[in-house]
C-alpha cells in the first residue's frame, strides 16, 4: 500500500509518517512538503491513500486541488483530509471529491487509525497491511 501524506510542515510530516507506520507497519510512506512533488510521486507510482492538509501552498486550499489532480491520476485513491482549518468554508468542494476521512488537527493516533481502518477503497492485495481487517476475514 503506497500512501503519500503532504503539509507544508516538516514536522507535522514526521508525526504523522511515523503514526502510519505504527498503525500500517507494511505500508510504504511518502512525505512531500508541496503539491508538486506530490503529484509527480503519485504520477510515478499508484496511490493507495492521499493524507493531505487542507490549506497550505500560497493559494489558501490547495490540498483540495491536490487531491483532485492525484484523483485524476489515481481515481480510486482514499483521500483523507487532515487540517485545522475550519471545515465549513471547504465543504461544497471538499464533498465533490468524495474523500475518505477527515482529521481535525491536532488528531490522536486513535483518530488516525479509525481513518486508516475505514477507507472506501481496499484492494485484495492491500488488506494485509491492516492487521485488524486480517484478524476479521480469518474468522468463520
Known sequence: MMI??????????????????????????????????AKRLAE?????????ELDFGRDKGEGILLA??????????NIIFA?????????????KIRYSGYLNKPYTPEELRTELENLRYVSYENI???PRMMADNTEG
Open 83 to 95: 487540517t485545522a482549518a475550519s471545515e465549513e468554508k471547504y465543504t461544497s468542494r471538499i464533498l
Open 4 to 37: 503519500i501524506c503532504a503539509d507544508p510542515s516538516p514536522i507535522a510530516l514526521l508525526v504523522l509518517k511515523r503514526d502510519v507506520k505504527r498503525i500500517l507497519p507494511y505500508a510504504d510512506v511518502h512525505i512531500c512538503t508541496n503539491a508538486d512533488a
Open 68 to 77: 483532485e489532480e492525484i484523483k485524476k491520476i489515481c481515481p480510486r485513491v
Open 44 to 52: 510515478r507510482s499508484s496511490c493507495d491513500v492521499l493524507i493531505t
Open 128 to 130: 494485509g497491511c491492516f
